[in-house]
């Protein structure tokens, strides 16, 4: 769609809502199998229907020539993809970019963590949803608490400020841990991000009983130290809050019992390259088919303008109409 004020393209929808961020998937292999995300046994997608990083550059060019001016790099776990720092290099020097970002499970960061910081990326979300070892092992079903700690280390050796910290909270499994995750954010300048439970688990056992309601969080954290909210970009999906002694920051990403759908601006291509307009869709858009065929960009931009134009209201998430995705969150991107 062309904006009439500013002469520019721009991705809108029926609702008024401008598409800004794009979500990239570069794979959806993982090392961790985590209760809300994968399953125990998994069937890959096989490689040759895995966007190249050619493609995803091209598609990401596409989407900043709409006004898209900021990528988050997921998976799966984007750091099992190879050779992803030169990804990283590629986007962050596409004109009109603003920023790039990277949320990763910490485990292989020590190893990449200089090699992503010269590559241009200044921003990382790490998930981390314990500190306690054998509950590390209950949720991702894999030992590496110590690993993902030593990858925080090297990404704040690397330079990376503020490391932020996406810890998914669940009810009867980690939301005890609530409060020394807020002292860590006190203590350690992390920029703690606290989520709750969303319905795209593989194992499909969700049920609002184990989800944890941002109120609830917010009174466990403020039994640390005060909080007062911070002035937030409505289109942001973490509610932000710092402490009243102005030392840390945290905030809430609350999908279920605060939907933020009205001002959603996000986009998301899985790695198998197909565009999904919501992180719940049930319906996605096949990209690679027409982009390997050699569609040319006018082509492209029209397919994928059409689909944000039919973006849906928001996700239904507790209502008797919603309907629970059929790919889990490791093959759409988180």
Known sequence: MDSAASGKK???????????????SVTDRCNFRCVYCMPEEVTWIR????????EMERLTRLFVDFGVDRVRLTGGEPLARRDL????????????????????????LDRHAKALWDAGLRRLNISLDT??????????????????????????????????????????VNEDEV?????????????????????LDGDHTWNRD??????EIEQAVASVHPIVPKDNDPADPAREYGFADGRGSFGIIASVTRAFCSTCDRLRLTADGRFRTCLFATEELDLKTPLRA????????????EAVWMKKPGHLIG??????????MYAIGG
Request: proline letters at 5%; glycine letters at 8%.
């Open 85 to 108: 720092p030169a990804l990283c290099a590629r986007l962050t020097a596409v004109p009109g970019l603003r920023e790039v970002t990277l949320t990763t499970n910490g485990q292989a």
């Open 294 to 305: 050699g569609a040319g960009d006018e082509e492209l931009g029209r397919l994928i303008a």
């Open 319 to 328: 209502q008797r109409e919603f309907v629970q995705p059929a790919r889990a």
């Open 131 to 172: 500190l306690d070892r054998e509950r590390f092992v209950q949720i991702a079903r894999r030992d590496f608490l110590g690993d993902v700690l030593r990858g925080i280390g090297a990404a704040e050796a690397a330079g990376f400020r503020p490391i932020k910290v996406n810890m998914v909270v669940m009810r009867g």
């Open 210 to 215: 184990k989800v944890v309601p941002a109120a």
């Open 47 to 54: 490689k040759n229907e895995i966007l190249s990083f050619e």
């Open 10 to 24: 721009t991705l809108a929808d029926r609702y008024g809502r401008i598409a800004r961020r794009l979500r990239i």
């Open 179 to 199: 409060p020394a995750f807020a002292r860590l954010a006190r203590e350690r300048g992390w920029d703690v991000r606290y989520i709750e439970f969303m319905p």
